[in-house]
């Protein structure tokens, strides 16, 4: 078995961790989310989810993976040797395999669009949705737009912890906020952007319902990438004297400076052009959006082409920082347990997800009738994934560290053995104990039963 590296440095670490973070989920459903759900009242509540109960449960997840440092099955058998806490592991690796599986499809999407948006063809004056359901429904385009991203996935895998996750995140991170900020001039210079600022900014608390509560919290779950597998498996790769609860409060910033920072592009862009609702869903993206730069830029069509293929290459970039750490958490699973090489274990990784995720993209097209409770295989793996693995996952995880293990040993783990001091270590404790399970719990029910 080949040799365990570690991030070479806290900044890797903290870059890492915080693209694994940063996806699709805060580029693409936060805004979403937020359009559904009133607008900056939503925001207010999710940013309380992230310090209240995001916070807490990626701590969680760095101890157990810098502890044992080993992959996530590993993690939880050396820390419970003999118990039924290893099911969490499995439950942690079995899920990233799934997600990875339908999250290259919709990557690749993004790609697609991408190269649309170069070639000019997504500033034509075109019906977006027809656009869009015939490719996706497409039997082979975008099954090769998901092999060439799981490629570029596989490729950074395949070199390693440090030269190729880390090098990877330094590189790619630092981009995806320069697109950001460019993005987000651009976009508040559009007219009515000052509307879309205003749907952002000023809270109607009137409108919270428990609904968006729970929305709240399971977009803070989703967004942060807990119970995953993904953070206790980038932590195992941390140094000794890594600061853990600033580590998770530095990704948990980035994470949500992103997702934020992703509304304020989308919404004034909306806001400009009249008839397109802020509540369009998840077609916002890829049939809302192309047709309000068509018809924002529709004077300026340069600066559409600029503006739609920045904007999709920073989706693509979420995309490809967060399929990274669901493909290591599986890999290094494969890698550990079977005793193979790196290459040799991202290789099978990557042939089996691309396996499933043909299945994945094929449901909107020709098997399309191929169907469980009524969902189709895309709809299915999401389902149980997002529904109900993960959330299950995040109760375990805070019982596990709150109830099963020591309090010593976990208050040793954040503070380095002592020698950091962490004054709110009785305030998360309690957290993680009673007010984290129980939100997650209550957004299991409401998800499952919805």
């Known amino acids: 078995m080949e040799t365990r590296h570690n991030f070479g440095s806290k900044i890797g670490a903290v870059l890492a961790s915080a ?17 559904n759900n009133g607008g900056a009242a939503f925001i207010f509540i999710y940013l309380i989810c992230i310090v209240v109960i995001g916070i807490p449960v990626m701590m969680s997840e760095f101890l157990i993976g810098r502890n044992t440092h080993a992959n996530t099955i590993t993690a939880f058998s050396k820390l419970a040797p003999g118990k039924w806490w290893r099911i969490e592991g499995v439950a942690g690796v079995f899920v990233a395999f799934l997600i990875l599986s339908y999250y290259i499809i919709v990557s690749g999407w993004t790609l697609f669009y991408l190269i649309q948006s170069v070639g000019g063809q997504l500033m034509a004056d075109r019906d977006y949705s027809l656009v869009f359901n015939n490719f996706v429904s497409n039997p082979w385009q975008p099954v090769l737009a998901g092999v060439v991203f799981m490629g570029l996935t596989h490729f950074i895998i395949s070199r390693g912890v440090q030269s190729g996750i880390e090098r990877f995140s330094k590189l790619m991170m630092p981009m995806l906020l320069f697109i950001i900020g460019i993005l987000v001039v651009c976009s508040f210079s559009m007219p009515g952007s000052a509307e879309g600022l205003g749907f952002l900014l000023k809270p109607d608390f009137s409108k919270l319902t428990p609904s968006i509560l729970l929305s709240a919290v ?21 140094r ?15 994470d949500t400076f992103v997702a934020i920072l992703s509304g304020f592009i989308i919404f004034p862009a909306v806001f400009s052009v009249e008839g397109v609702n802020v509540d369009a869903g998840p077609g916002l993206v890829f049939i809302t959006l192309p047709n309000v730069f068509n018809i924002a830029f529709s004077h300026v069509p340069l600066l559409g082409y600029f503006f739609s293929g920045f904007f999709y290459l920073l989706l693509l970039l979420a995309a490809v920082t967060s399929a990274m750490s669901l493909h290591e958490s599986v890999t290094a699973y ?7 090489s790196r290459k040799k274990a991202a290789a099978t990784v990557s042939v089996a997800c691309m396996t499933l995720g043909v299945a994945c993209s094929l449901s909107f097209g020709v098997w399309s009738n ?14 149980t994934a ?11 995880i805070c019982l596990f560290t709150g109830w099963y293990l020591d309090r010593r040993f976990v208050e040793g783990e954040l503070t380095n053995g002592g020698r950091l001091r962490f004054r709110l270590f009785r305030l998360y404790y309690f957290i993680i104990r ?8 209550a957004v299991f029910i409401q998800e499952l039963f919805a």
């Not at 191929?370 to 389902?383: H, K, Q, S």
Request: net charge negative; glycine share 10%; with cysteine.
């Open 19 to 35: 693209g694994s973070a940063i996806g699709l989920g805060n580029v693409w459903r936060f805004p979403t989310e937020v359009g």
């Open 218 to 238: 399971g977009q803070a779950f989703y967004s942060l990438s807990l119970a995953m597998g993904c953070l206790c498996t980038y932590a195992s790769y941390f």
């Open 240 to 254: 000794q004297d890594t600061n853990l609860p600033k580590t998770a409060v530095g990704v948990s910033l980035i």
């Open 334 to 340: 494969v890698l550990e347990a079977f005793h193979l």
């Open 370 to 383: 191929v169907t469980l409770f009524g969902l189709n295989i895309f709809e299915l793996f999401d389902y």
């Open 386 to 396: 997002s529904k109900i693995i993960l959330p299950l996952g995040g109760v375990i």
């Open 434 to 441: 009673f007010v984290a399970p129980l939100a997650i719990a």
